[in-house]
């Protein structure tokens, strides 16, 4: 079935690094990736989206770039502000199923 | 921006009691569902809802379950009886079309079960 990886549990870095937050996905359909941030006791909002093959997205500072061949869809940022301490999910829509499946969440822990 | 508003944001209740947890989705949104989420860890699907009808549930969705949209008013959650492990935040998201679309959260009701 789908499924959604997020390999990290916890990022911390420092003000001013550049990031990558990884997401890796399974489907044998055509697949829409989406990264959702959440900081602390708000909801999950949108970041990017995308369906398209080797085309960067970008929002707020963020980007990423569903690739295909390798199932992935990294998050990035150049450099990284107190402010994006938060919860990142990657999320999956698919086949023709009716929901997004979200990955486990990476914590990104941002210090002066 | 579009606002989803869930009531209550807090509900302490007794094991085996029942809860309803309400959703009030953006306006002309047509996709409703609800998330489970255990401190900060996984969100995780339970439902959907579409046309009056619940569309795809997960494992999670148990038999003591159950959602409702009565005539276009709250999109409601409700658990009878309750257990333990239902103590984490439930999230109810909405969207205008189906999963390929943004979903749109509320704030959450963190439901603790004694």
């Known amino acids: 079935g789908d499924s959604v990886t997020q390999t990290e549990g916890l990022v911390t870095l420092t003000k001013g690094l550049p990031v990558m937050l990884n997401c890796t996905y399974q489907?044998?359909?055509?697949?829409?990736l989406f990264w959702y941030v959440q900081h602390l006791n708000e909801a999950p909002k949108l970041l990017l989206k995308?369906?398209?093959?080797?085309k960067r997205t970008e929002h707020q500072g963020f980007y990423a770039t569903l690739h295909k061949s390798s199932s992935s869809f990294h998050l990035q940022k150049s450099s990284v502000q107190l402010s994006d301490s938060a919860l990142y999910f990657c999320?999956?829509?698919?086949?023709?199923?009716?929901?997004?499946?979200f990955g486990t969440g990476t914590k990104l822990q941002v210090v002066p | 921006g579009p606002k989803v508003l869930q009531i209550p944001s807090h509900q302490i209740i007794d094991m085996g009691q029942m809860v309803t947890l309400n959703c009030d989705p953006v306006?002309?949104?047509?996709?409703f569902y609800w998330y489970k989420q255990i401190l900060g860890q996984q969100m995780e699907f339970l439902v959907n809802?579409?046309?009056?009808?619940?569309?795809?549930k997960s494992k999670l969705f148990k038999d003591q379950f159950s959602v409702e949209r009565p005539d276009g008013s709250y999109f409601t959650l409700k658990i009878q009886p309750t257990a333990l492990e239902d103590s984490a935040v439930y999230f109810c998201?909405?969207?205008?079309?189906?999963?390929?679309?943004?979903?749109?959260f509320g704030p959450g009701t963190r439901l603790t079960v004694l």
């Open positions: 998201a909405s969207s205008t079309g189906g999963a390929r679309d943004e979903q749109y």
């Open positions: 489907t044998t359909y055509s697949p829409f």
């Open positions: 995308s369906s398209t093959d080797n």
């Open positions: 999320a999956l829509s698919a086949n023709s199923g009716t929901y997004q499946r």
């Open positions: 306006s002309n949104h047509l996709y």
């Open positions: 809802f579409y046309n009056g009808k619940v569309m795809e």
